[in-house]
């Protein structure tokens, strides 16, 4: 607890010093520009309105994430979290850090205690954090490396369940077609170099440093279920005229 305490109280000394504003969104959508009512709204909504759930997306992380079934298909993804309770978490994913970033998606995130209460199909849709944590691929940017590195301890068994809405990385200004489950890598070769390479100068960061630095962490025995297009099990959303009725009336 000690520990735990130690790095809750360091989180909030350097919450004002989170990487941030240097990565641009990938598009830029269709419309006309802010009129100047819009910005004197949006000001006065921002002074008088409470927004307590946001307030609470206390952690940025950075990672990098595929389509479930089409590895070809990789973007970096700027995660905004909440820590629920000890064992769930939730995030907002953007395809960028600056103030014209796009939503992309969700993920939630469970503890290795809870995703072992899930059914079986349900763990399909999930994939496991222990690759990105170790190889130094997620990261927490702004935040100082001893930090950083208990929050990986946290997060290596942990597992997610991710959602994108809007595929800016396939050049689509706005959020055309359905949404798609996507996964982690669990392995070296498969994230592409250039896109680390990319994020390691945006922010001044060494991937192969992290990674270096974060052997200590142990490797979590990670579910059979987990990770299941690693076995040629892929679970995708698709648009459908019919209705699942036994999902939509289910209490």
């Known amino acids: 607890m000690k520990r735990r305490a130690r790095f809750y109280l360091l989180m909030l000394i350097v919450c004002a010093a989170c990487g941030g504003e240097n990565s641009e969104s990938n598009i830029t959508a269709p419309g006309d520009k802010k009129t100047t009512e819009s910005k004197i709204l949006g000001v006065g909504a921002d002074v008088l309105q409470d927004k307590t759930p946001l307030r609470k997306m206390d952690v940025y992380l950075d990672g990098f994430h595929f389509y479930n079934g089409y590895m070809e298909g990789q973007m970096e993804a700027h995660h905004y979290v909440t820590q629920i309770n000890e064992d769930l978490y939730q995030a907002i994913i953007f395809d960028g850090n600056n103030d014209d970033a796009k939503i992309m998606g969700i993920e939630y995130i469970v503890t290795e205690n809870l995703f072992k209460t899930l059914p079986a199909e349900e763990k399909k849709l999930w994939h496991s954090h222990d690759y990105e944590v170790k190889s130094g691929t997620l990261i927490a940017p702004g935040i100082p490396e001893d930090v950083e590195h208990i929050l990986m301890e946290n997060l290596v068994s942990t597992y997610g369940k991710t959602i994108h809405t809007w595929h800016t990385d396939r050049d689509k200004k706005l959020p055309y077609g359905p949404p ?29 440093e992290r990674r270096e630095g974060r052997q200590d962490i142990p490797w979590p025995e990670v579910d059979s279920l987990a990770n299941a297009w690693e076995r040629g099990e892929i679970r995708q959303v698709q ?13």
């Open 180 to 208: 798609l489950i996507m996964m982690g890598f669990t392995e070296d070769g498969q994230l592409r170099r250039e896109l680390i390479d990319k994020r390691d100068e945006n922010f001044g960061i060494s991937t192969a």
């Open 239 to 251: 648009i459908t005229d019919s209705i699942p009725g036994s999902f939509i009336h289910e209490k």
